[in-house]
């Protein structure tokens, strides 16, 4: 049974960094993407950031890109997301997501397959809330 756990949230301050994680079992994980995402009070859920692939490929949004880094330790089944340069609107339930990822493709941006992973296996969440 896949299961994904994150946690890490918390409360911050505008400008203050948080670091969440998410625990992985249950599958191959050198073979999955995992994908951060968010979704704000009375707003649609967005992809935050995806790891996955041979080459441990990432992609980012644009509005995290600079701010967010995605990283991921195999050997724990472990993926993480370091969060800096918080703002009021990064404020959200975040969840870690797996799933198998599609070929890169050549003539496409890095990372961009990662985009195209049908994630099927959810993370229950984690609050994150930046206070200005």
């Known amino acids: 049974e896949v299961q994904l756990v994150e946690s890490g949230g918390g409360l911050v301050q505008v400008g203050g960094s948080l670091r969440l994680s998410c625990a992985a079992s249950?599958?191959?994980?050198?073979?999955?993407?995992i994908g951060w995402f968010r979704q704000a009070p009375g707003k649609k859920r967005e992809g935050v950031a995806d790891?996955?692939?041979?080459?441990?490929?990432?992609w980012y949004a644009e509005s995290v890109k600079g701010r967010f880094t995605i990283s991921s330790e195999n050997a724990k089944k472990q993926v993480f997301l370091q969060m800096n340069s918080l703002k009021p609107e990064d404020t959200a339930v975040y969840y870690c997501?797996?799933?198998?990822?599609?070929?890169?493709?050549?003539?496409?941006?890095?990372?961009?397959?990662?985009?195209?992973?049908?994630?099927?296996?959810w993370g229950q969440g984690t609050q994150v809330t930046v206070s200005s």
């Open positions: 997501a797996g799933g198998y990822p599609p070929p890169a493709e050549s003539d496409s941006p890095p990372g961009h397959h990662l985009t195209l992973t049908p994630f099927s296996s």
């Open positions: 249950g599958f191959n994980f050198a073979d999955y993407a």
């Open positions: 790891i996955g692939g041979e080459d441990d490929s990432t």
